[in-house]
């Protein structure tokens, strides 16, 4: 995050989200929102706050249940003219419009020869940890990761939020855009006005020499954790915060992996399926002459996320679980 | 004009026995929320305290091997068909004893054993599964009945109009009952819906008869649905049923419900059903003894359901990876 | 009564246009036939030969500058709004010069530049996108339109509710065409849905205006169409209109058809909209030499189209790797 | 295949499809299907030829056009004693119904504390290769491996048809039954009465000392292809049917690449997010000490399948792709 300059404040997550969409708002009149209670009651996770006021009913569209109606229209619009941002409300839901988002938006430039461009983001709250049970919890950019013409985005940090959402509005592709809910309440620096992050530049958020963190949204956090208790210990890790899956920064992580010679993915998803797979299986091609030790995936337990918080901790990465994979390659 | 509790009409029994499910129901859901308040209760809860009557008097019209799906707003539906409270507090609490081992939580309790099949958390996603159920029982050739609670906002997505029409086309023995309590999460249904009545106004797009009732009186409830479940039972297919009704709470747990009109919040819990209940009772000659009676029996019940979850062991860490698979186990490769 | 053709009415030479169009997609479906037979198109075919007056009569009532969705049964609907004969042919054929440079192919036909977004191969898909486009319309400030075209089996699917919902609560300008030609793929529509008339008899779910029309007569076609898309321009709101119609061929390339009894295929073959076209064509007293003078030019034409198409080169290998990004590429990863 | 006793005839997998419904439907009267266009007009792939006719309209059952009411009532139906076979036409189309497959179907049995079990059996056609465009082409068999609690099934062989069919409707767990529509045409020995194999059982269809190639379904004999091709050259190369993604038979491909140290995985899916990513990844970790190469993927490139096969096999891997990449690692 070396390119964000902080304004002296510190904003959350949550915050961010809002404060990165009215921006764009702000700047280019065809952007509109679209979503389930975003309007008045400002999003249930409070994520649209304000923008009903400063914008209006024609800017900021409530609407029924139905996910599909929602990424369908949003791409119609898209196709015409408009710049939407629908909210699909929690990231399990996006199974409810899964054939918009893998077979209609995604491949309709491609299909028509180039004839239309869908410049559209769908945002939606991901991920578990908060004992909303296994079909509110889910970590799916790995489903995004699967459908070729997706754009993947999953920021770690308020200011990668706003940044982030400049870039994801501004692209002339589609967007997924998911905002981690277990991320929402944590605090960073304000990004100053016209902050873009652009779309497929990975971040070293700890540099380090001897083992390769890779992680994503609410693992960069994990990792980090993991790598302040290793430090203690002697090992120095670098932490790579991917921020997109699509464009995917694997020059980042092949560099580091060249320096380090080990790497550990941090992944939030299952095992079976999981983006690290794919991150896996390229250092595993590419970047095979400078590993020194297997390449490990710290990956949620193959199961549904279960509700009760004990249980949770069992499924998902935790700190304890990557620095215990990251002792084990460093002794290797 | 009362009667000792001894010489009620068979009527008056039956009102008092729904009233008394509507009141385990009712403390149970205010158990839930003060256990919440006190930090004992995780992630979200959705509420049914005002649409007890909906859920009572809908099982008072089933048999006990007929279906129910319900959603992430079901408390009242597994107590109705049977949960005790102190296992769905379990649940809530992440008791190893919960209703689903702690697995499900609050918006996935389900007592497969009494016929409930399940809470779901995507809205409408269980309409097709209730049509499924009726579906399987004219397959093995059984009388059974499947219901499928829903709300208001579940009407407009894809899968009620899928589940609609396969069980008209198909005839099958399925009900369909809209618990519409005006809004979806914090947006008036109105605001987002073509038709009034959601559910109502359209079962004609399928041909199926349609109810719109007064969902917080169990009596006009249960003889809805007795109606709609005979007509299910003896080959007439389904039915739509929209019971208008109102949650007390907010939509979940962080919801303090203010896009309420305050007028609209009184008018409604001047109509909670179960004063509706204990009005009727009233008027069938039922004294006021017996009703207070009924109230502390639940009260002490809901308290020992409270005080044995709060006793029970935690969830087990390694419950976390089992009955994924039908052996119990989660493997997914060797 | 017939005339010269310089002395036509405005309305004969009004029908006699869209005559024309209809003759044209009629070559156009007979030649993609022959060229699969010849083996020269791969893939899968959907000819809409049979449901001309439904593309072109709606066509007649829209703007240049309104947005029409079709669906993988889209040819017609493609050179209904100015897609030549032979880029779609050359499409087809797997050529350079195709529509969509050849990665398209039948079910996706294309012509952006003439309002025409798509034809989508995945059933009911398209309709929340025409009712974002009549949204978008609505947003920028302009009267455009929008119309999908849908077969009668796409009134089962989710999609479908949603779309007219969502268009009836936003009151968008948007037209709800369904082509009722009686069967899904080889299945009879009223065997899997619950209302006869799949389209309309929905509508009112909607409280959306509904007309049940003849899909075989372009007039009749385009004055409903007119009222249409006149009262969504007006902000009247969207309007369903079933089209009822036949497909000459089977549903696609494979398909012989043979589920449909003969007596109904000798029925609507009579009722051909090229043939009641022409009916009503000597009905306004337009000579027979002028009709066989639009024959033979369209016949022409569609001979051009075919030989320029067969002449065209083959698809560049090197497009299988663009056109994924808006900046022409397909890159992924660095 | 060594457990398949030929009968003598030779059998298309197109028929062995509706033989192995056929079976099982003999055998246990709880065996139901349903479908758009299985009945009386037999499958638009022709691959329910025969079963109305034998067990009628009580037993297959015609649909709407509504996935999500297909696989939502079979969901219903198998969670109260019936076993449902439903067909979603082409596998694309899994996406209008995917809410069932990802949040559904197989999460019941966990968040109810196991007290349901959902035994069912999706069937689907898959994958590319023969001009069907954008929305009709995908292989998707990585879309069912990213959700835990489902069974992934993908037969290459006329008897495996029939043996995979008897285990999966037979399984108490739901099942995605991919059937390849390349494929559909081929021909191969009939399988004997009862005959089942079992899930997760992978095959060593070619056995060889220098390369693994692992593959599945359609890329079964673009594999064997390949191996053929560079036997003539002097490499020998195993090839492993993975018939299963889940339950994932990793012990046959450790020990495949333990003998080789070399892998190749051919994939139909695109790159990004594929099924062959998580083989990597595990060997890359639990076979790292076994490689003496790249582990290398012959996926499909990162694009939408174009509608011209010439175009298409631009797109999809082919035996030359595969057989340069074996070299490649037999020359490292
Ligand atoms: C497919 C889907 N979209 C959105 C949600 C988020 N959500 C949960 S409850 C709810 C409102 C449902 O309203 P209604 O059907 O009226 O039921 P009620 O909560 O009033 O009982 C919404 C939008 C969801 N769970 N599933
Ligand atoms: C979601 C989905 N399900 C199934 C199919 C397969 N399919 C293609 S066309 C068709 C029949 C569609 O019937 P209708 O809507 O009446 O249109 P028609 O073909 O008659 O023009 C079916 C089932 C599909 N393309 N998409
Ligand atoms: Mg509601
Ligand atoms: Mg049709």
Redesign the pocket.
């Known amino acids: 995050m070396a390119d964000v300059t902080a304004t002296g404040g510190t904003i959350t997550y949550r915050e961010a989200v809002a404060e990165g969409i009215a921006r764009e708002m702000r700047r280019d009149p065809t952007v509109v929102c679209l979503g ?2 975003i309007g008045a009651a400002e999003g ?1 996770f409070k994520t649209t706050v304000g923008l009903f006021k400063e914008f209006g009913p024609r800017r900021v569209w409530d609407t029924p ?1 139905s ?1 599909q109606a929602i990424v369908g229209a949003a791409m119609g619009a898209a196709m015409t003219g408009i710049r939407p941002v629908a909210e ?3 990231s ?2 996006l199974a ?1 419009c899964w054939d918009y988002l893998a077979n209609e938006i995604p491949k309709v430039r491609y299909m028509t020869g180039g004839q239309v461009t869908v410049p559209l983001v769908v945002r939606t709250a991901n991920g578990g940890g908060l004992g909303f049970g296994a ?2 919890s889910q970590a799916v950019e790995n489903w995004a990761l699967a459908v070729p013409g997706l754009k993947v985005v999953a920021p770690s940090t308020p200011a990668d939020v706003i940044g982030l959402m400049a870039a994801s509005i501004r692209s002339d592709d589609p967007v997924v855009f998911f905002e981690h809910k277990g991320l929402f309440a944590s605090k960073g620096p304000a990004a100053p006005e016209g902050h873009v992050v652009p779309l497929g530049a990975a971040a070293v958020v700890r540099p380090g020499a001897d083992v390769t963190l890779v992680a994503l949204a609410s693992t960069v956090p994990v990792a980090l954790r993991a790598a302040e208790t290793v430090a203690a210990e002697g090992i120095d890790a670098e932490v790579v915060d991917l921020r997109c899956l699509v464009p995917l920064d694997m020059h980042t992580v092949l560099d580091s992996v060249g320096r380090t010679s080990r790497l550990v993915i941090v992944e939030e998803n299952p095992y079976q399926g999981g983006w690290g797979a794919t991150v896996a299986s390229i250092v595993a091609d590419e970047g095979f002459e400078s590993l020194d030790a297997p390449v490990r995936r710290v990956a949620a337990a193959c199961v549904p996320l279960p509700f009760a918080d004990s249980l949770e901790q069992v499924v998902l990465p935790t700190a304890d679980k990557v620095a215990a994979e990251v002792r084990r390659l460093a002794a290797y | 004009m009362t009667a000792p509790a001894d010489q009620l009409t068979g009527a008056a029994t039956e009102l008092l026995g729904w009233y008394e499910q509507m009141a385990v129901i009712r403390g149970t859901e205010k158990a839930a929320q003060d256990l919440f308040l006190a930090g004992l209760v995780k992630g979200t809860t ?1 509420l ?1 305290a005002g ?1 007890e009557a909906v859920a009572v008097g809908v099982s008072a019209a089933l048999r006990a091997d007929d279906y129910v799906f319900a ?3 079901g408390h009242h539906h597994a107590i109705a068909r049977g949960a005790s409270p102190e296992a769905c507090l379990a649940e809530l609490m992440s008791r190893a004893t919960g209703l689903c081992k702690a697995k499900g939580g609050s918006m996935h309790l389900t007592k497969a054993d009494a016929g409930m099949l399940g809470s779901y ?5 269980h309409l097709p599964m209730a049509v499924g159920a009726a579906w399987s029982a004219t397959l093995r050739g059984t009388d059974q009945v499947a219901v499928a609670f ?6 407009n ?1 894809g899968a009620f109009h899928e589940a609609l029409n396969l069980a008209a086309v198909w005839r099958l023995p399925v009900v369909f009952v809209c ?7 914090y ?1 008036p ?1 109105a605001s987002v819906t073509a038709v009034p009545n959601p559910a109502a106004d359209r079962a004609p797009a399928y041909r199926l008869p349609a109810e719109l009732i007064d969902g917080n009186d169990v009596v006009v409830v249960r003889d809805a649905a007795a109606r709609a479940v005979d007509r299910a039972r003896t080959g007439g297919g389904p039915t739509v049923v929209e019971a208008r009704t109102y ?1 007390h709470f907010g ?2 747990r962080t919801d303090p419900g203010t896009y309420r009109p305050a007028e609209e919040v009184r008018e409604w819990l001047a109509r909670d059903p179960l004063a509706v209940a204990r009005d009727r009772l009233s008027r069938l000659g039922v004294p006021d003894d017996v009703v207070s009676t009924v109230d502390g029996r639940v009260a002490e019940l809901v308290a020992a359901a409270v005080s044995a979850a709060k006793a029970a062991p935690p969830a087990d860490p390694a419950e976390a990876l089992t009955d994924v698979w039908a052996d119990g186990g989660a493997q997914w490769r060797t």
Chains 1, 4 share one sequence.
Do not use: K, P
């Open positions: 389930e209670d249930v249940i996910e699909i409300m929690f399990d839901f409810c079909q509110h | 959705h049914a649409q959603t992430y707003r958390a995507i809205v409408g996603s829903f709300g208001d906002g579940a009407t997505i618990e519409n309590n005006l809004y979806m999460e947006t249904i949650r939509h979940s």
